[in-house]
């Protein structure tokens, strides 16, 4: 008799405990539930401002490197394309002896003979000489203003070999204009041999992309082509809207980008906005 009492109120406990388990099992699924209705929000907000922030910094960085290399750009040489922009991008500067600043001696820069040595005067900028040479190019006033046009050629030499302050060009092209257009400042502009031109183009394909090493008169044909934003398969994908205006004088222009990303399965979108001073004085 004692033995099955034992066991009834054993098999009472138990019985007591499961149902304690089940009741907590209950109450915790209640809680969990009231604290997902409560901190979904403020957890899909958070990614929804990391997802902005990684878009915001990918536009950031992309227009900071185009202002950079913009004003690089050779003066008057930046100019619209379908798409984009395009400009002849200088590496590095100098003067050079002129015959009419009073030097007695040295090589100048000749404009009516075909002496291809001129020396600068100051630091030498560094080139690349030989077959891939840098460029001198002087005085540029544009597309249309033949020959001081880049493009064109009229007011660029390629570079053969430097000796201490003395720089050889591979012919004198300079000595071919009609009329001589020297520089009034005799300052010149290098141009590398591995930029040249750079194009960045925003061609509706979801991205924005940077292109150098472009050819001068053929600018389509470039040596390398990097994606500063956007994707053509991934996302974000990049938009843009570019305009450039010269001043009344041509001395200076002002380029307008506004760049934008998109994340197209959550509709997320950041816009920014970017004003760069172009200085065209030659």
């Known amino acids: 008799?004692?033995?099955s009492q034992h066991l009834t109120t054993r098999f009472l406990t138990v019985g007591f405990t499961l149902i304690e388990v089940i009741m907590v099992i209950a109450i915790i699924g209640i809680i969990a539930g009231m604290?997902?209705?409560?901190?979904?929000?403020p957890i899909e907000g958070y990614v929804?401002?990391?997802r902005r922030a990684e878009l915001t910094d990918a536009a950031d960085v992309a227009l900071r490197r185009l202002t950079r290399d913009v004003r690089l750009a050779l003066p008057n040489s930046l100019r619209t394309t379908a798409g984009g922009i395009e400009f002849i991008m200088t590496k590095a500067g100098g003067r050079y002896r002129d015959e009419n600043?009073?030097?007695?001696a040295g090589n100048v820069l000749s404009f009516n003979n075909s002496n291809t040595k001129f020396d600068v005067l100051g630091p030498i900028p560094a080139l690349a000489t030989g077959v891939s040479g840098d460029y001198i190019v002087i005085y540029n006033l544009g597309t249309g203003y033949s020959p001081a046009d880049a493009y064109a050629g009229g007011n660029r030499a390629q570079v053969?070999?430097?000796s201490g302050n003395t720089i050889t060009l591979a012919s004198n092209t300079f000595a071919n204009q009609s009329?001589?257009?020297p520089s009034p400042n005799s300052r010149f502009q290098v141009v590398g041999f591995s930029d040249k031109v750079v194009r960045y183009l925003c061609n509706g394909d979801g991205t924005l992309t940077r292109q150098s090493g472009c050819d001068f008169t053929t600018t389509t044909n470039c040596s390398s082509t990097a994606v500063l934003a956007g994707s053509t398969t991934t996302e974000p994908k990049a938009s843009c809207t570019i305009d450039y205006t010269s001043a009344a004088t041509g001395r200076n222009g002002l380029l307008y980008i506004e760049l934008t990303l998109t994340d197209t399965p959550s509709?997320?979108?950041?816009?920014?906005?970017q004003q760069i001073h172009v200085d065209n004085a030659p």
């Open 1 to 3: 008799m004692r033995k």
């Open 35 to 41: 604290v997902a209705v409560f901190i979904t929000k």
């Open 48 to 50: 929804d401002s990391i």
């Open 101 to 104: 600043d009073g030097s007695t």
């Open 160 to 162: 053969s070999s430097v």
């Open 179 to 181: 009329p001589p257009i």
């Open 267 to 273: 509709g997320e979108r950041v816009t920014l906005f």
